[in-house]
């Protein structure tokens, strides 16, 4: 099994830069997927980005450009840079990690609330 924990969130206003951390209790490396979704009130929870062990990357086309996810293997973290954020873009933001090993598949983290005030 994995635990996440995120990290990072907190208000900003338009314009403005976050980035989020999600810690990892197990070798990053190990791990086929993490990344992260989101969910607004009232709304599905959607995928903001992904990134493979390999290191290949992909993005949802709302945040393409503005949100960069990378990883730290010596920390077991993954990060997500949120820059020039939007009021659209506020959410409760989710770290998942997936591979064949877990139990529970995909693992979700516990959730930070990023909030972009106009």
């Known amino acids: 099994q994995v635990q996440l924990v995120e990290s990072g969130g907190g208000l900003v206003q338009a314009g403005g830069s976050l980035r989020l951390s999600c810690a990892a209790s197990a070798r990053i490396f190990s791990i086929n997927t993490m990344g992260w979704h989101r969910q607004a009130p009232g709304k599905q929870r959607e995928l903001v980005a992904v990134?493979?062990?390999?290191?290949?990357?992909n993005y949802a086309d709302s945040v393409k450009g503005r949100i960069t996810i990378s990883r730290d293997g010596a920390k077991n973290t993954v990060y997500l840079q949120m820059n020039s954020l939007k009021p659209e873009d506020t959410a409760v933001y989710y770290c998942?990690?997936?591979?064949?090993?877990?139990?529970?598949?995909?693992?979700w983290g516990q959730g930070t609330q990023v909030t972009v005030s106009s």
């Open positions: 998942y990690a997936d591979a064949p090993w877990l139990t529970l598949r995909p693992t």
């Open positions: 990134i493979t062990n390999g290191g290949s990357t």
